[in-house]
T-cell receptor
């Protein structure tokens, strides 16, 4: 059973516009959420995270929003750039997971010039 | 620092053969993780170590899979015998001391395994 789900396998956005990547989770014990970015033939790299005590965290062009009641988080990229084209993984952890990171399936973002 | 190093980068083998994947974590990191990436399931944690000791291997799919960490700078993931359904990209990651498993993990470039 997938505890972390990214229902959109792919997303295409025009350069300069906003990219919104979504992630849903089922385990209410998750208390820490992360986004990783992955380029082809490379390993994932950490992008941004948020604790469950917050509902928003911003880092430059990247903002993560957390809606605990809906068990939903999203990553906003504004403005989108061609270099943002990559696969984005959502991950979650919590006390009952033994500290493990549970990853979603990933969303492939393509930013068109 | 060179980052997390994995070898080989690509491995093609035949069903039934033994496969050994290798990982060198970032120096000074005391957590080491092995993941498997597939299209259907995304990134799955297979096993992780703290100070060379296996902490949680509940993600290891079956007895054909085993992992060791004989010292702080080297770990192996072995599949014996290998099967076509083991074909995937295998990642190793490490994280800083005291950070715990929820802190930033640094991933290697991965090993793409193909079992024919």
């Amino acid at each position: 059973d997938q505890q972390v789900k990214q229902n959109s396998p792919s997303l295409s956005v025009q350069e300069g516009r906003i990219s919104i990547l979504n992630c849903d989770y089922t385990n209410s014990m998750f208390d820490y959420f992360l986004w990783y970015k992955k380029y082809p033939a490379e390993g994932p790299t950490f992008l941004i995270s948020i604790s469950s005590i917050k509902d928003k965290n911003e880092d430059g062009r990247f903002t993560v929003f957390l809606n605990k009641s809906a068990k939903h988080l999203s990553l906003h990229i504004v403005p989108s750039q061609p270099g943002d084209s990559a696969v984005y993984f959502c991950a979650a952890s919590g006390y009952n997971q033994g500290g493990k990171l549970i990853f979603g399936q990933g969303t492939e973002l393509s930013v068109k010039p | 620092d060179a980052g997390v190093i994995q070898s080989p980068r690509h491995e093609v083998t035949e069903m039934g053969q033994e496969v050994t994947l290798r990982c060198k974590p970032i120096s000074g990191h005391d957590y080491l993780f092995w993941y498997r990436q597939t299209m259907m399931r995304g990134l799955e944690l297979l096993i992780y170590f703290n100070n060379n000791v296996p902490i949680d291997d509940s993600g290891m799919p079956e007895d054909r899979f085993s992992a060791k960490m004989p010292n702080a700078s080297f770990s192996t993931l072995k599949i014996q015998p290998s099967e076509p359904r083991d074909s995937a990209v295998y990642f190793c990651a490490s994280s800083l001391p005291g950070g715990g498993t929820t802190d930033t993990q640094y991933f290697g470039p991965g090993t793409r395994l193909t079992v024919l």
